[in-house]
């Protein structure tokens, strides 16, 4: 079965900084574009960055651009959220999501459940 769990969420103060992970099982990570999205309470689920199945490529939501920063290590089975100069609109549950399709037509197959990120003013 597919599993994406995620991890690293908290509490932190505007300005701080946060790493979360993404831990992929079921799936060869290898094959796939991964990419973060967030959700507001009583918001739409948005965008907030992804890279491609290699690691050589990344794109960022400009709400993040400059703040945030995307990785992954293959051979772990994971991706990486490095959340930089935190704002309180970053707060937000975090999810985790592998793409079956292509880079300019992404298809997000598989999800996480989620990691809380709460930032504090």
């Known amino acids: 079965q597919v599993q994406l769990v995620e991890s690293g969420g908290g509490l932190v103060q505007a300005g701080g900084s946060l790493r979360l992970s993404c831990a992929a099982s079921?799936?060869?990570?290898?094959?796939?574009?991964m990419a973060w999205f967030r959700q507001a309470p009583g918001k739409e689920r948005e965008f907030v960055a992804k890279?491609?199945?290699?690691?050589?490529?990344?794109y960022y939501a400009d709400s993040v651009k400059g703040r945030f920063t995307i990785s992954r290590d293959n051979a772990k089975n994971t991706v990486y959220l490095l959340m930089n100069s935190l704002k309180p609109e970053d707060t937000a549950v975090y999810y985790c999501t592998a793409s079956s399709g292509s880079w300019w037509n992404e298809k997000y197959d598989y999800w996480g459940q989620g990691t809380q990120v709460t930032v504090s003013s």
């Open positions: 890279i491609k199945w290699s690691g050589t490529t990344t």
């Open positions: 079921g799936l060869t990570l290898s094959n796939y574009n």
